[in-house]
């Protein structure tokens, strides 16, 4: 296994498609502790502060459940009003405080290129939970991970974005790193939400031509994967221009009847309308089996950048 003690996660463009296999594979010998099945005390003594500028339900508790199954703690916050942010505090700052109180950092930050600053900044490594529309790379490992562990495979398939691709952090990622795989890539938008050409570029110099479509009618047929998200409110500059697209997609049983019999319905969640509540009980939901997955990936993050292996 390759040693990654030290480093920091800021982008998914950061790992070889050999360096995310291991950490899936490790991953896979964290099930049981995240479960709660087999204890561990492979982390005691470790400290993780969690920094989040910006709202976070999974993310966060997750990176939390993560470091508490492996016997380590956490600190943090989850509101900057109550911190010296509030101040005036730069991030740099805050970032060198947490630097002296623990030994990993997992920052949430609402500016794009925030956690590249903070790695700057920092000794101990940073894990970016999320920078504005930038990237979302933890949550990519556990979306391949849990793509991985659903059909088998990852390159070959098609998996179909859809939704908010425009300012959604985790399909700039996850684009990124399927191309890496040679996934089949479809993504579903209205025009003005579409992928932004940094990425369709990145993912064509990986050799994939993404299918841009408008309409999930037409492309849900050749789905394997159908990755939906939600609509990024907080992320428009003009809230009339989120009520034009709000609601613009909704996967329900109807839909559903067009799609192929094993496709598998993802959503990095928080859902707003996307997804009908009568889809959950479907076979082809896995958005809650990989809310979960997030746990024994985060642990295998958590072990590697810390340098204490099982
Ligand atoms: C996502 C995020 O914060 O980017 N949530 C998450 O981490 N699972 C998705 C979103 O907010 O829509």
Do not use: C, W
């Amino acid at each position: 296994m390759f040693d990654m003690k030290g480093r920091d996660v800021v982008s998914i463009g950061d790992f070889t498609v050999e360096e995310i296999e291991a950490i899936i594979d490790y991953a896979k010998t964290m099930v049981p502790i995240a479960k709660g099945e087999r204890k561990s005390k492979l982390l005691d003594g470790k400290i993780l502060s969690t920094l989040f500028f910006e709202p976070s339900t999974r993310t966060k508790l997750s990176f939390e459940s993560a470091m508490l199954r492996l016997g380590g703690s956490v600190l943090g916050f989850s509101n900057p009003k109550g911190t010296s942010a509030a101040k005036g505090e730069t991030l740099a700052d805050t970032i060198r405080m947490a630097e002296a109180y623990s030994d990993v950092i997992v920052l949430r930050h609402p500016r794009e290129g925030a956690a590249r600053l903070a790695a700057k900044f920092s000794q101990v490594p940073v894990i970016n939970a999320g920078d504005g529309a930038g990237q979302h790379p933890t949550q990519t490992l556990l979306d391949l991970f849990t793509i991985k562990t659903e059909k088998g495979k990852i390159g070959g398939i098609n998996v179909n974005l859809v939704g908010d691709l425009k300012y959604g952090r985790t399909v700039h990622s996850l684009a990124h790193a399927l191309s890496m795989f040679g996934a089949d890539l479809t993504f579903t938008a209205p025009p003005d939400l579409q992928m932004p050409d940094h990425v369709i570029k990145k993912v064509k110099e990986n050799g994939v031509n993404p299918r841009i479509e408008n309409d999930l009618e037409k492309s849900i047929e050749d789905a394997d994967v159908l990755y939906v998200t939600r609509i990024q409110r907080e992320r428009f500059p003009d809230l009339a221009e989120y009520e034009k697209v709000a609601g613009a997609y909704r996967v329900d049983v109807e839909i559903l009847e067009k799609a192929k019999d094993d496709m598998i319905i993802m959503h990095p969640l928080p859902r707003v309308n996307e997804i009908a509540p009568e889809v959950d009980g479907t076979k082809h939901a896995k958005y809650f089996v990989q809310a979960f997955n997030g746990v024994p990936v985060r642990m295998a993050l958590l072990s590697l950048v810390l340098g204490v292996r099982e």
